[in-house]
């Protein structure tokens, strides 16, 4: 006869009855709730917030278990499947830190109710065999920026659509994006946040970009600054407010790039929309590049142009030199044009010298 207990090491205990499926959902569902609201509690960015339950919900749908019933086991397939994906060492392991701090959550704040409601602890699926370690080469491989010619064909064969293309609004748009990030150094999630008001022609000798949701420190709030539309871009901008932004919509205030259903364009569909134009190009797959591609394009041409790291580091919004170092992959000839610009520099205060000595 069962009386409701169960001996446990020598030791009776209450049976313990198990939860429902929908119980479990619903369980589940209320601590990473209460996560989320600990994100918040820390000053976490909406975006931060979200893209952390996004990784977490991802390894949960991959091993189609509850958090509680996890194993190393279905780490290492989550990390798999990162790897397919093509991601490098370095995202894996934020990956992997995402997982961690909610494992921490749920062992600091909830491991008596997982353990009251399932008799197990919050697992440890993240070992020394699995872990993603900080490493000197925690780049699987190094960012580096579009072949110029490349690059060049891109463009020129954007320019050509637009004159024969049906939906010229579309690809003037994209190309107006797409050059935004290169001119200006942004990110794509800093241009599709652009509003009309944000562009200040009447800051600086040819205007300024307002960037206001840059990325922040450790998920922490957005940051803002100012980058000057240098190499043109002004002009580009005057020609997109004057004849492009129209073909979208009357308003003249509002998100800077639209859809056609008068929405501001997504960072995923800026994204996609990117590698599209490529792939209708022809590029091969050697030679598609990326939003972020575009923008490593922008520190390394200033570069060559002689522009000081702490000077592009205030421009591309980084917090840390050491980020801006890996933004920079000049060409084969950089030295020499950086020698002969510095001989001419030193030229030209040699003859001011000798012009006010009479030498």
């Known amino acids: 006869m069962n009386d409701g207990i169960k001996v446990v090491n020598g030791g009776v205990h209450p049976q313990r009855e198990e939860p429902t499926y929908e119980e479990s959902v619903r369980f589940q569902a209320r601590i990473i709730g209460l996560w989320e609201q600990q994100q918040q509690v820390l000053g976490y960015t909406k975006a931060t917030i979200a893209l952390n339950l996004r990784n977490l919900n991802e390894i949960l749908d991959i091993s189609e ?46 491991s008596k109710d997982i353990y009251k409601q399932y008799g197990v602890n919050v697992p440890n699926i993240i070992d020394k065999f699995n872990r993603h370690m900080h490493r000197k080469d925690d780049v699987d491989m190094p960012v580096l920026p579009p072949e110029p ?26 190309y107006m994006m797409f050059r935004t990030m290169e001119k200006a150094g942004l990110r794509s999630f800093e241009c599709v946040m652009l ?35 240098l190499m043109g871009l002004d002009e580009l901008m005057h020609w997109y407010l004057k004849n492009v932004r129209p073909l979208f919509t009357e ?24 590698r599209r134009r490529q792939k209708e ?9 990326s939003p972020h591609q575009l923008r490593h394009e922008f520190a390394t041409n200033l570069t060559e142009m002689g522009v000081d790291l702490l000077t592009l580091k205030t421009l591309l919004g980084h917090s840390q030199i050491q980020t801006t170092f890996a933004y920079v992959s000049p ?9 002969r610009m510095a001989q001419s520099k030193w030229q030209k205060q040699l003859e001011t010298y000798e012009e006010k000595t009479g030498g």
């Not at 010619?149 to 994209?174: C, H, P, Q």
């Not at 205007?207 to 922040?216: E, V, W």
């Not at 060409?331 to 020698?339: A, H, S």
């Open 65 to 110: 278990k509850f958090i509680w019933e996890l194993k190393a086991s279905d780490m290492d397939l989550f990390y798999e499947k990162l790897v397919g994906k093509g991601l490098s060492y370095s995202t894996r392991r934020k990956y992997q830190s995402c997982v961690s701090a909610f494992l921490d959550f749920l062992e600091a704040r909830h």
């Open 149 to 174: 010619e490349v690059l060049e064909r891109f463009w020129n064969g954007l320019k050509e659509e637009m004159s024969t293309a049906r939906k010229y609004g579309t690809i003037a748009r994209d």
């Open 195 to 229: 509003d009309v008001k944000d562009i200040r022609f009447d800051l600086g000798e040819k205007g300024k970009i307002h960037i206001r949701y840059a990325k922040g420190s450790n998920g922490t709030g957005y940051k803002e600054r100012l980058v000057p539309m």
């Open 251 to 274: 308003e003249i205030t509002g998100p800077l790039f639209l859809s056609e259903t008068k929405r501001r364009i997504s960072r995923d569909v800026s994204r996609n929309s990117l």
């Open 281 to 289: 190009l022809g590029f091969t797959d050697d030679e598609i590049f």
């Open 331 to 339: 060409g084969d000839d950089f030295l020499e044009k950086r020698i």
